[in-house]
């Protein structure tokens, strides 16, 4: 297997560096003692986590990944560079800051959980998840394959997008979802009150599991690009009107229609379940 360094060891590191049998850093002292509770091989500075590493795979939030980069070529100058900010036309933009000679494939794993941090890490998160690579200036063929390598030996599955493509899918993926999970959350919260807490089920929990997202990871998506957030929210708006409208007619038929064709198509998006 790859010799693998992770640099920020929260759920989507750890999980990484636990599913690679990897090494690891944090800038924290206290996520370094949990991950080496859950048994990572951590180290106390990034250059002694990088020592031999062929890849390094950055997992901080997106503000912070370009500075990162950079120190990464400048401590490491042959190892190649990933990362999996969850906004990839900011980090491409990057990747021409990088020196020449750097090696760098844009990464996004589709994996998360309700838990947080590295306490909440597991080996199988990425088992079958989508894992996007996308191209860069730093990335030549070589780098590429492996970085391909290593997303499979994380168990998941690679899905190349270039930068535009992948940010405006995630409007609809990632933005859109958090957005109409905070919307829900909040219209039930106001019209049941505390004791929503003691009745929902799977389906509420499930529903809304996003809108319990860290602060700022849930800022850095709703401002992403707000105008594109802001179409998918009317988008989401109007279909929501739609159905409110056949509800109030009485229009069982329509009523059903439009169940079943949005049934239909989250099927044909994961047919296993």
Known sequence: ??????????????????ALGARGYDADPAVR????????????TLAEALD??????TAVPTA???????????LAPETILTDTASLKGPIVSAADELPPGARFVAGHPMAGSSERGVEAA?????????WILTRTSRTDDGAFDAVSRLVREAGAR????????????????????AAVAAALTRAADDSAGPVLRDVAG?????????????????????LADPRALADAIDGVRDELAALSAALRRGDAAVVEDYLERAGAARRAMNPSG
Do not use: C, Y
């Open 1 to 18: 297997m790859t010799r693998v360094a992770v640099v920020g060891l929260g759920l989507i590191g750890g999980s990484a560096a636990l």
């Open 33 to 44: 003692s949990g991950a080496r509770a859950r048994g990572i091989q951590t180290f106390d």
């Open 52 to 57: 031999g590493a062929a890849i390094a795979l």
């Open 64 to 74: 912070a990944t370009p500075r990162l980069l950079r120190d990464l070529a400048a």
């Open 122 to 130: 597991t080996a199988d998160l990425f088992r079958n998840r989508p």
């Open 158 to 177: 690679v899905v190349p997008l270039d930068a535009g493509r992948h940010d405006r899918l995630m409007t609809w993926v990632s933005h859109a979802p």
């Open 202 to 222: 799977p389906g509420f929990l499930g529903t809304t599991r996003v809108a319990a997202q860290p602060l700022a990871l849930a800022l850095e998506l709703a």
